[in-house]
């Protein structure tokens, strides 16, 4: 079993920055890949972006790329999305999920956290 813990939402201004953390109770080799998703009220959850413990690799979903980037830091068990030209669009709940290998499907997720809001005003 592993607990996900977000932190690092709040309300910024269109064009601010944010940058969300998820905490890992521990590491498995069961799951080597860690997703960030997101869902508006009305609206699917949808995929933001990912990356593997081992190697790094990192992918992202059209509309944030450019714009928002996944880190690791492997010391620690945490995951980084630094968010930035946030626009209102991106508002919603940012969860983060950890699974086998890396998918922008949360199907392919295993364990999940309780999410963070973000919210960006116009």
């Known amino acids: 079993q592993v607990q996900l813990v977000e932190s690092g939402g709040g309300v910024v201004q269109t064009g601010g920055s944010l940058r969300l953390s998820c905490a890992a109770s521990?590491?498995?080799?069961?799951?080597?890949?860690m997703g960030w998703f997101r869902q508006a009220p009305g609206k699917e959850r949808e995929f933001v972006a990912a990356?593997?413990?081992?190697?790094?690799?990192?992918s992202y979903a059209d509309s944030v790329k450019g714009r928002f980037t996944i880190s690791r830091d492997s010391a620690k068990n945490t995951v980084y999305l630094q968010m930035n030209s946030l626009k209102p669009e991106d508002t919603a709940v940012y969860s983060c999920?950890?699974?086998?290998?890396?998918?922008?499907?949360?199907?392919?997720?295993?364990?999940w956290g309780q999410g963070t809001q973000v919210t960006v005003s116009s």
């Open positions: 521990r590491r498995s080799s069961s799951y080597n890949a």
């Open positions: 999920a950890a699974g086998r290998f890396s998918a922008a499907v949360a199907g392919a997720y295993d364990y």
């Open positions: 990356i593997t413990w081992s190697g790094g690799a990192s």
